[in-house]
């Protein structure tokens, strides 16, 4: 399983849930702004995550935190061995995306893997 556009943690947690026991993986394109700390400093994987649980309420207004919500409701249904984290920096390295973007420059940003928390 990817899931590329998972932004809810609640949607998240359920679709990972119905998954489990028909994916063996569940690999989650997620954003380097998950971190609390991006855009201050370097991020790795060490770094901390926003606060957001997995369970968070539906329909919460977008916001980088979320993500990391998404993350852990990935990691709460197939763990640490079962899943995969891809954190994926912006076009422009602390620049978000906006109107006057390259298209194609933004689909091929790289992606680089994160280790999983718990």
């Known amino acids: 399983m990817v899931d590329t556009s998972g932004e809810q943690p609640s949607d998240v947690l359920l679709s990972a849930g119905l998954l489990r026991e028909r994916a063996g993986h569940y690999t989650f394109v997620s954003s380097i702004h998950a971190f609390s700390d991006w855009g201050e400093r370097p991020v790795n994987e060490d770094s901390l995550t926003c606060p957001c649980p997995a369970d968070t309420p539906a329909s919460q207004p977008a916001g980088n ?23 994926c920096p912006p076009p422009h390295a602390g620049d978000q995306e906006g109107p006057a973007e390259d298209r194609a420059r933004s689909r091929s940003r790289p992606l680089f893997r994160i280790r999983q928390e718990t």
Do not use: T
């Not at 935190?65 to 954190?87: M, P, Q, T, Y």
């Open 65 to 87: 935190h979320l993500k990391a919500g998404c993350e852990r409701a990935v990691l709460e249904r197939f763990g640490a061995d079962g899943s995969l984290i891809l954190n």
